[in-house]
């Protein structure tokens, strides 16, 4: 099993409906992360959280909500999905500041 | 406000020859950098980092970087291009203090490396 487990990996929805996106880890890791990556714009952060208890909105929150369900799941929701959030999202997670990122392997999301 | 530049949408190498793919960051005090890489339909896999000490980062697959201070850049290298190094290749940098262990992300370079 993968480290970070994305799911679902691709996504087709209409505009006005609500989705989420599923992320879970077994790296026992404590910070967890949702980016999005846009063609030419490189990955731009969601939200983040450090442990269940905490939730911090990142560059890009708008439109966005989050749930840190335990320790090992990250969901991020799109209560209202609208066409300019298609977009390749990324689930990541660390455990300390000075270490690097482990990704899921993404879920592609279409709205149309 | 801390940022990270690839200036370079796309680098072209013939398989064999040496390899550079550039980044140049913005921060205030020491950054910590790193280098990812993202195959097709894949996630990103780590490659390397720099935190502290040598200037030159050894990593996965045979890659290096060299962290250049007066120049504020963290260029990825490789000795001799394979054509499995074609992929996209993002630099990442963070502030030591203040921004919670967050990267930001550069906009990404794509190495095509021919045979």
């Known amino acids: 099993d993968a480290d970070v487990t994305q799911t679902p990996r691709n996504r087709i929805t209409k505009t006005g409906k609500r989705i989420m996106l599923e992320c879970s880890q077994t790296k026992g890791h404590d910070r967890m992360y949702w980016y999005r990556q846009d063609p030419g714009l490189g990955l731009r952060l969601i939200y983040y959280?450090?442990?269940?208890?905490?939730?911090n909105k990142g560059e890009i929150s708008d439109g966005y909500s989050v749930s840190r369900q335990a320790q090992a799941k990250f969901s991020l929701s799109l209560e209202s999905a609208i066409p300019n959030q298609t977009a390749l999202y990324f689930c990541a997670t660390k455990q300390a500041p000075t270490d690097g990122y482990t990704f899921g392997s993404g879920t592609r999301l279409t709205v149309v | 406000a801390q940022s990270v530049a690839q200036p370079e949408d796309q680098v072209n190498v013939a398989e064999g020859n040496p390899l550079t793919v550039k980044c140049t960051y913005s921060v205030s005090g020491n950054p910590y950098l790193f280098w990812y890489v993202q195959y097709p339909n894949r996630g990103l896999q780590f490659l390397l980092k720099y935190i502290t000490g040598d200037n030159l980062v050894k990593g996965s697959y045979g890659f290096e970087a060299e962290f250049n201070k007066s120049q504020t850049s963290f260029h990825l290298k490789k000795p001799s291009a394979l054509v499995s190094d074609s992929a996209l290749y993002f630099c990442?940098?963070?502030?030591?203090?203040?921004?919670?262990?967050?990267?930001?992300f550069g906009k990404g370079t794509k190495l095509s490396v021919k045979p």
């Open positions: 959280s450090f442990d269940v208890k905490d939730i």
């Open positions: 990442a940098v963070r502030a030591p203090r203040g921004s919670q262990g967050n990267l930001i």
